[in-house]
């Protein structure tokens, strides 16, 4: 077995925002899961970044054992480094200071900083403004190499690179430059209800058809599965509208079929036969997961003692870079 030194580092982050979807199981978690023997991983908890939006506080605190014990469910092995980002008191100071060298202009230009603020632009926070700082600190705290996300955290990954090489012109060689680490199946899954739109956990909250939760039920699975937007069609057919392109797309994700031979099986067929094996399928990938999730969340001690345990391993790790950046530019 190779030792931990000489594996490249993987970091990747959820927020503990309640409502974990498909979405995140197939563009993030799963991924994760996959190529965990291959690298020297972090996987974080980021409630600081949760709190840029409302939050009730027991629930968030419910959330984060929530998003632990799904992480581990989902097969992250116990040896990995999983942790509450706020454990680490140098995830919020290196953000500062990344603030102060990142333009106002790049942070304006975030897709979805324009989202999530949407016409409540002036009312939103100053924290959800400067999100992309605090991940980029997340990032580069730990000198990572690959960041597995989904498509739409590239252009946050691409500012964490923007700021590093700035700061590393202005200062010698401070930080390692990330690379975004993004699969080709699942990295976009869209609304089931509007498959135009990204699937999302803001959306489900206003649709319960929305989305497939991770710990959704398989009785709630077929319904929701069933009454999924599909195209106006008769059957299906190829190339197919938005609606059955994503239950395809989530359907040889979950399977890992290609294309031509998921296009074979399904062309021609009704759509209630498409929905139907899709909702197999998914079925048969989350139970397991369920079923783990209940038995590791009946002992909250132990799991609490475990992500203290790996936030106090990893701390050097990040302080060992924050006073490398505080000498650069002046503060120690
Ligand atoms: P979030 O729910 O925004 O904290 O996202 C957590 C992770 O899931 C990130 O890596 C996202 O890129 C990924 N993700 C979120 N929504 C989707 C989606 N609809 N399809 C694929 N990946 C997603
Ligand atoms: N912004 C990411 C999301 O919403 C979560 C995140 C925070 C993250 N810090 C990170 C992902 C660091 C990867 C690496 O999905």
């Known amino acids: 077995m190779q030792s931990a030194t000489t594996k490249l580092r993987v970091f990747s982050g959820i927020q503990p925002s309640g409502g974990l979807h498909l979405g995140n199981y197939l563009g993030a978690i799963r991924n994760w899961v996959r190529n965990q023997d291959k690298y020297d991983n972090i996987f974080c908890i980021v409630d600081l970044h949760t709190i840029t939006v409302p939050q009730d506080p027991a629930a968030l605190r419910e959330n984060t054992l929530d998003l632990a014990a799904v992480y581990l469910a989902s097969g992250i092995k116990r040896e990995q480094a999983m942790f509450v980002q706020s454990h680490i008191p140098a995830h919020a100071e290196l953000a500062w200071i990344l603030e102060c060298f990142i333009p106002m202009g790049w942070l304006e230009r975030m897709t979805q900083f324009k989202e999530k603020s949407g016409r409540e632009r002036e009312r939103s926070s100053a924290g959800l403004f400067a999100y992309p700082a605090l991940m980029a600190a997340d990032i580069l705290l730990y000198d990572t190499n690959y960041v597995p996300v989904g498509e739409d955290q590239r252009q946050h990954i691409e500012l964490t690179r923007d ?10 060689q401070l930080f390692v430059l990330p690379e975004p680490m993004i699969q080709a199946a699942g990295a976009r899954i869209m609304g089931l209800d509007d498959p135009q739109k990204k699937m999302s956990k803001s959306l489900a909250a206003d649709s319960p058809g929305h989305a497939i939760f991770i710990l959704d039920g398989p009785d709630l699975i077929r319904k929701k599965l069933a009454r999924a937007q599909t195209d106006a069609q008769p059957e299906v057919r190829i190339p197919a509208g938005p609606g059955v392109t994503n239950l395809l797309e989530i359907y040889r994700t979950i399977t890992d079929k290609d294309w031509p031979a998921v296009e074979q099986e399904f062309t021609g067929k009704p759509y209630s036969v498409l929905k139907g094996t899709v909702a197999d399928a998914v079925i048969e990938a989350l139970t397991p997961i369920q079923q783990r999730y209940r038995e590791i969340r009946a002992d909250d001690a132990a799991l609490m003692r475990h992500l203290h345990g790996a936030a ?10 924050l006073h490398r950046v505080q000498q650069a530019v002046g503060l120690r």
């Open 163 to 172: 700021v590093a090489q700035r700061m590393n012109q202005r200062f010698g």
């Open 312 to 321: 106090e391993r990893l701390t050097p790790i990040a302080e060992t870079t």
